[in-house]
Every structure is written in C-alpha cells, then in structure tokens.
Nanobody, 118 residues
C-alpha cells in the first residue's frame, strides 16, 4: 500500500520560509515522479513542483525562483523549500506521486496547511 506522509506545514509571515517534507512508502521510489500540488480555499488544485529520480524538475509559474524541490533517494523523501512566501501561497499542499511510465497510477498525501499571514 502506497503512503505519502507530509510534514512541515504551518503559519508564517510574508517573506518568510518553510520546508515541507513527504516520506513515501510502499513503492519503488526511483520509479516515480514525485512532487507537490496545492489547493487554495475555493480554488482548483494546481501544480507547485515535481521531480524525477534523474533530477529533472518542473515548477508552476507562480513559484519559480522562490521554491525549490529536491528528493533524497535513500530516505524516500521529497522536500519543498519555500522562500519569499506570499499571502497568495496560502493553501493546502499535497504530496503527489505518479509512476514514471505514465500509466494511470497516481497517489496523493492527505495534505498539510500552509498559511502566510501577517
């Protein structure tokens, strides 16, 4: 059974930083694209960032230059370093995993709240 366990959410002031972590279990980590999506209240879920085992990355336009995604193969963990946070970054952040073959296999974590507020 695939599990994605997120941690690191919380409340931060504008301009601050947070780091999210997501530990994956029940899958062969190297065979999955992993990353983060977010869903602000009342809006649709959107891409934040994803990464492959080969080091390829993909970022949503709104976070480019501020957020950095990375993965630790030995720990089966993907990280999201969020800097220069803005009020509009407030959302529930979901960890995501998709098999690299492109087959219809997607997994989601339960989400962690990030609130940016003064």
């Amino acid at each position: 059974q695939v599990q994605l366990e997120e941690s690191g959410g919380g409340v931060v002031q504008p301009g601050g930083s947070l780091r999210l972590s997501c530990e994956a279990s029940g899958l062969i980590f190297a065979r999955y694209v992993v990353g983060w999506y977010r869903q602000p209240a009342g809006k649709e879920r959107e891409l934040v960032a994803t990464t492959t085992d080969g080091g390829g990355t993909n970022y949503g336009d709104s976070v480019k230059g501020r957020f950095t995604i990375s993965r630790d193969h030995a720990k089966h963990t993907v990280y999201l370093q969020m800097n220069s946070l803005k009020v509009e970054d407030t959302a529930v952040y979901y960890c995501y995993a998709m098999h690299i073959s492109g087959r219809d296999e997607h997994h989601w974590g339960q989400g962690t709240q990030v609130t940016v507020s003064s």
